[in-house]
T-cell receptor, first 114, second 115 residues
């Protein structure tokens, strides 16, 4: 089955620690995205990548970092510089980077930092 | 700048009622795309429909239908004969045609269908 996997589903960390969220897709999609969702709010774009070894900042990139070394993988690191890291993180991919491509989403990772 | 407004934060209906979720958008582009996504309690967003700005035909898929009106910048979503399984948060989103453009989401509408 083709799809997007994110692991783990729930993640707990102590304040001051960096944490990396995994995102893997086997849809052969070129573009991948990371979003953050806070309770009762819409999705905000953190980073996106149109091709391997290239990525761009989204609207709320501060305190986050990404890499895109393989087409299938787009891990997100939440650094200690992110002031409010507790949130629901969603990874997505699309067949191309043009605006007409629909994005497909993974199941999400719920990160709690105390 | 692009903007999507979903004025209905929460809607509660009884099973079998019809319900319409409103979506109003703002964009200066002449070519753009509109989307609806469903987010059930599990959290994963599910793609429902894409519409481009040149196609104003209404679409029906089972109990779901979409009404796109450029004159009022609206892309409303209607569920006919709602069911408990329709309970979810529904997001309307907008994207430009340009490569590398960013999907702009509305705040979402929480739909609760009661038995």
């Amino acid at each position: 089955d083709g799809g997007i996997t994110q692991s783990p589903k729930y993640l707990f960390r102590k304040e001051g620690q960096n944490v990396t969220l995994s995102c893997e897709q086997n849809l052969n999609h070129d573009a991948m995205y990371w979003y953050r969702q806070d309770p009762g709010q819409g999705l905000r774009l953190i980073y996106y990548s149109q091709i391997v070894n290239d990525f761009q900042k989204g609207d709320i990139a501060e305190g986050y970092s990404v890499s895109r070394e393989k087409k299938e993988s787009f891990p997100l690191t939440v650094t200690s510089a992110q002031k409010n890291p507790t949130a629901f993180y969603l990874c997505a991919s699309s067949g191309g980077a043009g605006g007409g491509y629909e994005q497909y989403f993974g199941p999400g990772t719920r990160l709690t930092v105390t | 700048a692009q903007k999507v407004t979903q004025a209905q934060t929460e809607i509660s209906v009884v099973e079998k009622e019809d319900v319409t979720l409103d979506c109003v958008y703002e964009t200066r582009d002449t070519t753009y795309y509109l989307f609806w996504y469903k987010q059930p309690p599990s959290g994963e967003l599910v793609f429902l429909i894409r519409r481009n700005s040149f196609d104003e035909q209404n679409e029906i898929s089972g109990r779901y239908s979409w009404n796109f009106q450029k004159s009022t910048s609206s892309f409303n979503f209607t569920i006919t004969a709602s069911q408990v399984v329709d309970s979810a948060v529904y997001f309307c989103a907008l994207n430009r045609e340009t490569s590398g453009s960013r999907l702009t989401f509305g705040e979402g509408t929480q739909l609760t269908v009661n038995p």
